[in-house]
């Protein structure tokens, strides 16, 4: 077997290890959209994981990522990359240590696409980490989860386009990563207020910030819209059916949902998509 056949069976495995949420959806995708989405994924993950790493310095977060912002910007090169990274590997997990591979693993052809979003978002978290995370402001909100959530919708936005050639609106592109992010904000709200985190504009209360899911999340509905091919609008509708759902259960009290509701949902997608 090669060296990229194994790889890619490698970013999978990888894939189920660091989100088995994200790793229902991408299983509906078709061979090249299941490779290429994986490898966007994990490249993305392994600079999320330094932006919150528990133990890492701020000031080391802020290095690696610029660093790694530049890297991916011009030419990035593995050697550098493990030379920036391997002083911090006790702290750094396998998906971060091993992201030249993840980009191995892109198709020619749209890797610099998945390598310039990537770079934004490492550019972005090296910013926020640098103000604190502070938010005051609807702006500053916005801003953040652009950062490290809506550069996910344009990114992919960018593959489905490369792929068939599906138009998608950018700014609902946006909202689909935003909305997204919002829900897991406010599922981690009193987990964030414990370790002294609030992504919280100054004078928002819960409600404000369950407002602003919901509108995000209205947006995304209209991303999925023009999506003719049945794969991707099945990879776009799962997440956004459990961003909806999760909204609702944490509205009546519920910290999340079950395995055996998420199964449901999952499997009542399926059946209307055979209907349609």
């Keep these: ?3 990229v056949s194994n790889l890619q069976k490698e970013s999978l495995v990888m894939l189920k290890e660091t989100s088995r949420t994200f790793f229902i959806p991408i299983s509906f995708l078709e061979p090249t959209l299941k490779k290429t989405v994986g490898s966007a994924y994990l490249c993305m993950r392994a600079i999320d994981e330094i932006e919150d790493h528990p133990e890492l310095d701020d000031q080391v977060k802020i290095t690696l990522l610029s660093s790694i912002q530049q890297m991916l910007a011009t030419e990035f090169d593995e050697a550098r990359y493990l030379e920036l990274v391997t002083p911090y590997e006790q702290f750094l997990p396998p998906v971060t240590m091993r992201l030249a591979d993840w980009i191995s693993v892109c198709p020619e052809d749209i890797k610099g696409k998945v390598m310039e979003s990537t770079a934004i978002m490492a550019g972005g978290m090296s910013k926020w980490v640098e103000k604190d995370w502070v938010i005051k402001t609807k702006e500053d909100l916005d801003e953040y989860t652009y950062y490290v959530a809506g550069l996910v919708g344009t990114m992919l936005s960018d593959i489905w386009h490369w792929y068939d050639g599906t138009e ?10 935003r909305g997204l992010q919002a829900v897991n904000m406010l599922r981690n709200y009193d987990e964030d207020f414990e370790r002294g985190v609030t992504f919280v504009p100054e004078g928002w209360t819960r409600e404000d910030m369950f407002n602003y899911a919901k509108d995000n999340l209205a947006k995304a509905d209209l991303y999925v819209k023009p999506i003719k091919n049945k794969r991707i609008l099945m990879f776009c509708k799962v997440p956004l059916a459990l961003a909806h759902s999760t909204l609702k259960a944490l509205k009546s009290g519920k910290e999340k949902m ?11 997608l399926k059946q209307e998509e055979r209907l349609s």
């Design 1 to 3: 077997m090669s060296k």
């Design 258 to 268: 079950s395995r055996q509701e998420v199964e449901g949902i999952v499997e009542q």
């Design 168 to 177: 998608t609106d950018p700014d609902h592109a946006i909202a689909f990563g």
